[in-house]
């Protein structure tokens, strides 16, 4: 069993829709969640983070993370084709430790 | 401020050989860490230096082994290369003087094993 597991998707939407990317964990020693972006052929690139539960809003991005189901979520309002881009989650133990990726959510935004 | 630098980009070999793959980190940070991301995959932890030592290892065999120098720059090094070896190689920097841990990814490079 994976230690987090993704909906690879694909997920096409329309400029200007709500989206809403998910991954289940499986382990409660995580503590530390984050949400990476990462354009075709490019690294990823850190968009959000959360330490343990309760919600994050940076923008437009809403990160949400509810420890006792162990549910991590990213919303994305009003998107905008710029955000057409395949979404990692990333947990980790504590900091220093390794990262445990989902296999990622490629979004494409039509305008 | 400098960020995570990787070379090269691309490059190209085949089963059996060995490949050197070097990774600058970010001005200040002095931990790095390596990962494979697959075609469609997400990234998969192979180690991570920190002082020059390895810290930690994925699920990686010994044929994957690495280094980091004084500046923290570091160097991933496969050897008897296998066609599921090609994959984006991932650098990633982080601080230990840092809460967070956040990684700062390179853009990778991409190895093609024939």
């Known amino acids: 069993q994976k230690e987090v597991e993704q909906d690879p998707g694909p997920l096409s939407v329309p400029e200007g829709a709500i989206v809403s990317l998910n991954c289940t964990y499986s382990?409660?020693?995580?503590?530390?969640f984050m949400w990476y972006r990462q354009y075709s052929r490019k690294g990823p690139e850190l968009l959000m983070y959360t330490y343990s539960s309760g919600n994050k809003e940076d923008g437009r991005f809403t990160a949400q993370v509810d420890k006792s189901s162990k549910y991590i979520s990213l919303f994305i309002r009003d998107s905008q084709p710029s955000d057409s881009a395949t979404y990692l989650c990333?947990?980790?133990?504590?900091?220093?430790?390794?990262?445990?990726f989902g296999t990622g959510t490629s979004l494409t935004v039509i305008p | 401020e400098t960020g995570v630098t990787q070379s090269p980009t691309h490059l190209i070999k085949t089963r059996g050989q060995q490949v050197t793959l070097r990774c600058s980190s970010q001005?200040?940070?002095?931990?790095v860490s390596w990962y494979q991301q697959a075609l469609g995959q997400g990234p998969q932890f192979i180690f991570q230096y920190y002082r020059e030592e390895e810290n930690g290892r994925g699920n990686f065999p010994p044929r994957f082994s690495g280094l980091q120098f004084p500046n923290y720059s570091s160097e991933l090094n496969v050897n008897a290369l296998e066609l599921d070896d090609s994959a984006l190689y991932l650098c990633?920097?982080?601080?230990?003087?840092?809460?967070?841990?956040?990684?700062?990814f390179g853009e990778g490079s991409r190895l093609t094993v024939l």
């Open positions: 990333a947990i980790t133990k504590n900091t220093g430790n390794q990262f445990y």
């Open positions: 001005s200040g940070h002095n931990t």
């Open positions: 382990n409660s020693a995580f503590q530390y």
């Open positions: 990633a920097s982080s601080s230990d003087r840092a809460n967070t841990g956040e990684l700062f």
